[in-house]
């Protein structure tokens, strides 16, 4: 499961917001705990797309969030987009390019922009598990 700060994902929502009517992304980073990825961080990237229907990250801007991640001892645990009009579950697209087993694979939906549905999944050779969020209490993200 995954430990997301209330602030992270108002990070992520107001992120994705203003990429619209495009999708947002970014990449989601923090550590273990037993089996609990805690998150610590999360980096805001641009969807060089600039597509409702698809995303890529800026491949500087990943560098530079991964070189980020290995001097504060943070690891990549995963990382996001945005649906603007479609539910939180991966597309066919999204499962094709879910390359990393290991990685949890968070999408926001914006179908309904009053009630934004963030949502995570492990996708391993293009079958999706949808994996538990849950809110972290403090600033640490340790429930
Ligand atoms: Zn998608």
Partial sequence: MIVLNKKYFEEI??????????????????????DKKIIKKVYLLTNI????????MDAKEQFDAVKDMRNNDLLLLGNFHSHPSTPARPSDED??????????YLILSLEDRKKPVLKSFNIINGEVTEE???EGENDNGIC
Wanted: proline share 5%.
């Fill in 13 to 34: 929502l107001k992120h994705s917001l203003s990429h619209l009517p495009n999708e947002g992304c970014g990449l989601l980073a923090g550590t273990f705990e037993g």
């Fill in 49 to 56: 797309d600039n597509s409702p229907e698809h995303f890529s």
């Fill in 95 to 104: 499962k094709r390019l879910a390359y990393d087993k290991s990685m949890s």
């Fill in 132 to 134: 538990e969020i849950i």
